[in-house]
């Protein structure tokens, strides 16, 4: 069952976000104050998402203040399998050219990515201190229909994530600041489910559908990761700051899954022998810098510009791997092994630029934020897959708040868009799993490999169109009290 183990991978490893950034397994911006900047934020990081955006910014924050938030989304995924021959459906002689329809996620709609707040300063001038509950930015649902030209790629991922972390800040006078989180990351829900070809008796030749198409559906957990990030400021000039952050401890996710397995043809019976898979996921580094230009009428802030830089280190996650435990799966009767399993991904490095600012339309009324920003693809095209957006992103966002005392109502609209990616069958290298097959590399033994597929452990399965558009609305509020004085800059 090679092919589900890489797809539990991709599930586990897009489901989860502890750094909090965009591109790779992630999706959007933390906070709506944040999000209508386009995320453009970890210079003025002056709200309690600061706790995991740049967690210095919380020294700047005097007084209490209380933080609650969700993003509701709209997750478009369409996927279009480019034109095949159908190797194992021949006729006259030759293999039936076969054409695919277009699948779409079944569930694009998605109504809770919340995040609950508080920062305090305990009276002390120079000090700031944050806790949050939050569930990290993402796409935690998919479901593609179980027959198609994805179905040996995805059917079905839901994950619940949960996020809890703590901060600490520290400023020297209004020249420079110094944060640092730490943070519990939870995953008591991960689902997952796809078709493999479990055929045990001959080479693997069907690209379309199988006799032994089997649908596994995985459910597993990952109850404890430990992530931490640091943060720093520094204000040469009133009207000047920059500000830098990052993820810096090299973690992994871990999932202990349970594994179900039935027979798409029910003429075929299936039985399991053991139903414990873990799963080892890599997780990337991170780096950002920002600069923000202050537009000052005297003391007080009336716009500001910020512009951010963000490194992934990406190509640290090279490969998944997978420990079944010796996990089998006997199919009417033949025994199917699966092992340790290690599979390449070859992702790259990301680069995301981020440009955006906020004005005082009505001071201590009305505000407006907008921002743009781009990351580059994680992904090449000939590894594309349904489980996540893996093309360049282009995004926009606008946004505004409405302030009454220490309250505050921030609502955001933000855009992400991935241009078409088109994978053609020959550049295409993600292929059908079919655990039995006897066919080994380097994939040239013709008494075991089949003739058409001469080089390739089986058919790829990933060529084709992929069109990725979300849709995010977030809506916060932010309550503000026990304040004696603020800094200018970070007022809301």
């Known amino acids: 069952m090679k092919m589900w183990m890489l797809a539990v991978a991709l599930a586990t490893a897009f489901a989860s976000a502890p750094v909090l950034a965009d591109g790779g397994y992630y999706s959007g911006a933390v906070g709506a104050r944040a999000a209508g900047r386009g ?58 050219p076969t054409n695919f329809a277009q699948v779409k996620n079944g569930t694009p709609a998605q109504a809770a990515d919340p995040f609950i707040g508080l920062t305090t300063d305990f009276g002390l001038s120079d ?15 998919e479901e593609f229909p179980t027959t198609g030209g994805q179905n040996y790629m995805m059917t079905k991922r839901q994950a619940i994530i949960l996020d809890t972390a703590l901060s600490a800040a520290w400023k ?24 493999v070809d479990g055929n045990p008796f001959q080479a693997p030749n069907d690209p379309v559908t199988s006799q032994w198409d089997l649908l596994a559906d ?71 810098v920002g600069a923000r230009y202050i537009g000052l009428d005297g003391a007080v802030e009336r716009w500001d510009l910020e512009l951010d830089v963000e490194y992934e280190t990406w190509s640290r996650v090279n490969q998944f791997t997978v420990e079944s435990h010796d996990l089998s ?15 390449p991904k070859q992702w790259k ?42 093309g360049p992103q282009l995004g926009a966002a606008v946004g505004g708040s409405f302030l009454s005392g220490g309250l505050e109502v921030a609502l955001t609209y933000q855009l992400r868009y991935q241009p078409t990616v088109t994978v053609s069958e020959s550049d295409a290298r993600v292929y059908q799993q079919v655990p ?21 452990p ?35």
């Open 39 to 96: 995320g453009a934020f970890v210079a003025r990081a002056d709200d309690p998402t600061a706790i995991s955006i740049n967690p210095a910014g919380l020294a700047d924050l005097r007084g209490w203040r209380l933080y609650v938030g969700n993003t509701f989304s709209y997750n478009s995924y369409t996927y279009t399998r480019a034109p095949t021959l159908d190797y194992a459906n021949v006729q006259n002689g030759m293999p039936t």
């Open 127 to 141: 000090w700031g201190f944050g806790l949050a509950v939050f569930a990290p930015p993402g796409i935690a649902q």
């Open 172 to 195: 020297y006078r209004e020249l420079f600041g110094l944060g640092v989180t730490a943070e519990w990351m939870s995953v008591p829900r991960l689902e997952y489910a796809l078709m």
């Open 218 to 288: 995985t459910k597993g957990a990952d109850w404890f990761i430990f992530n931490a990030r640091v943060g720093a400021w520094v204000r040469p000039a009133p009207w000047f700051e920059l500000a830098a952050a990052g993820q810096v401890v090299p973690t992994d996710i871990q999932t202990h899954s349970t594994l179900s397995v039935n027979a798409r043809d029910p003429n075929v019976q299936t039985a399991l022998n053991r139903t414990d898979v873990a799963i080892k996921l890599p997780l990337p580094m991170m780096a950002r």
């Open 329 to 343: 799966v006997t199919a009417s009767g033949q025994k199917i092994p699966i092992g340790q399993i290690v599979v």
């Open 349 to 390: 490095d990301t680069v995301s630029v981020k440009l955006g600012g906020d004005v005082a339309l009505v001071p201590d009324r009305w505000k407006l934020r907008a921002g743009v920003y781009y990351e580059s693809a994680v992904a090449k095209p000939a590894y594309a897959n349904v489980d996540f957006p893996g």
């Open 436 to 456: 039995d097959s006897t066919c080994k590399a380097p994939y040239t033994d013709p008494t075991t490999c089949d003739p058409n597929l001469m080089g390739k």
């Open 458 to 492: 089986a058919p790829v399965i990933n060529a084709g169109t992929y069109n990725a558009t979300s849709h995010l609305l977030s809506l916060a509020v932010v309550y503000r009290f026990g304040a004696s004085g603020e800094h200018p800059e970070s007022q809301p």
